[in-house]
């Protein structure tokens, strides 16, 4: 018999880009969304609360906000979207900007799957929002490719010491996306987004509601344990 109770889908950056987009397919499909952004998401059915993922004060207010009013049988989708992104380089990379970013793109995560994890029950889930750049990488992201790199480890160990919970993780890699993050990195330079855009074989960005499809797949798929998705639209290698 199916379990008819509503996921509840907590979504870290849920305020804009593939975070709002992850909340409103959620809430289209009659999920419960609880945004976790220092903004509130667009999506006013959801549930914001402002959270500050470089504070451990602020992510235990959080859990225990979200602990006092879960149903204990509902089952969890924690997606791991918000990510801080810096331009910088392997010889211009300063150390507390090194750490600021693996504080919010690493340190953040842990600290929230330890304050979740002992109110996830079976069939609930833990996706992580990565980047092509999880795998590989281009220059002037050195922080952030690193952060991406660690993030696939995470969800691969993640896998492994969750073994026989019932709950299952995987990651999402997007592709070059339209999101306020990219086109800030690129400078809001239309000519730049443009050619990054057409570095696939649809010779577009991805959209945010593509991802969101994906990570809403991931939940619903415990096959999937243990996996890496890759939705770049075919991206051009070189």
Known sequence: MSDARPTVAIITGASAGIGAATAKAFLDRGDIVIAVARRPCPHTEAISIATDLTSAESIDALAQQIKSNLDPEAKICLVHNAARMNKDRVDACADDDLRAVLETNIVGINRLNQALLPCMREGSSIVYVGSTL???????????????????????????????????????????????????????????????GALNSFSRLVQPDEIASGVVFCHDNPAINGSVFHLNLGQKES
């Open 134 to 196: 999880a795998e590989k990488a281009v220059p002037g992201s050195f922080s952030y490719v690193i952060s991406k790199h660690a993030q696939l480890g995470m969800m691969r160990a993640t896998c492994q010491d969750l073994m026989g919970s019932g709950i299952h993780t995987a990651m999402v890699c997007p592709g070059f996306t339209d999101t306020e993050m990219l086109r800030t990195h690129l400078g809001n330079n239309t000519e730049v987004i443009n050619t990054i």
